[in-house]
């Protein structure tokens, strides 16, 4: 006798693969993590999106992205036979790229120096001011 599911029973809840986040992304993609929501819409990844609601005075929250792991790996091969068009200097694996990652790393460095120096500058001036 063939068993069938009672008509008020649950169905058994199907196992979902977990959304990628974009650190995982990244390592698939030849795509700079802050671009990668862009080249996911160029080609045509179902992402998730969380956070970034507004924050009054005080800007927004940060904003965390999740895209669909069967879209992702499917893009992934896409994106490196060069099939979506993709600014080169958003990639990773171009000369473009590689350059603007360079210089992006460079001023947050020397922001950081600049920073750290005036710092240093307003202590020593607050101490010599003190101790005169």
């Keep these: 006798m063939p068993r069938t599911p009672d008509p008020g029973a649950l169905e058994p809840a199907r196992e979902e693969e977990p959304w990628l986040n974009?650190?995982?992304?990244?390592?698939?993609?030849?795509?700079?993590e802050e671009?990668?929501?862009?080249?996911?819409?160029?080609?045509?990844?179902?992402?998730?999106?969380?956070?970034?609601?507004?924050?009054?005075?005080?800007?927004?929250?940060?904003?965390?992205?999740?895209?669909?792991?069967?879209?992702?790996?499917?893009?992934?091969?896409?994106?490196?036979?060069?099939?979506?068009?993709?600014?080169?200097?958003?990639?990773?694996?171009?000369?473009d790229g590689r350059r603007a990652e360079y210089w992006g790393r460079f001023r947050f460095r020397l922001t950081c120096a600049v920073a750290l120096v005036w710092l240093l500058l307003c202590l020593g001036l607050a101490i010599y001011a003190v101790a005169s």
């Design 22 to 32: 974009s650190r995982e992304v990244a390592e698939l993609w030849p795509v700079r």
């Design 35 to 95: 671009w990668l929501p862009g080249a996911a819409g160029r080609a045509e990844v179902r992402v998730r999106r969380f956070g970034g609601e507004s924050r009054g005075t005080y800007g927004a929250a940060p904003t965390y992205y999740h895209y669909h792991p069967g879209d992702a790996r499917r893009a992934a091969t896409a994106i490196t036979e060069g099939r979506v068009d993709i600014p080169s200097v958003w990639r990773t694996d171009t000369p």
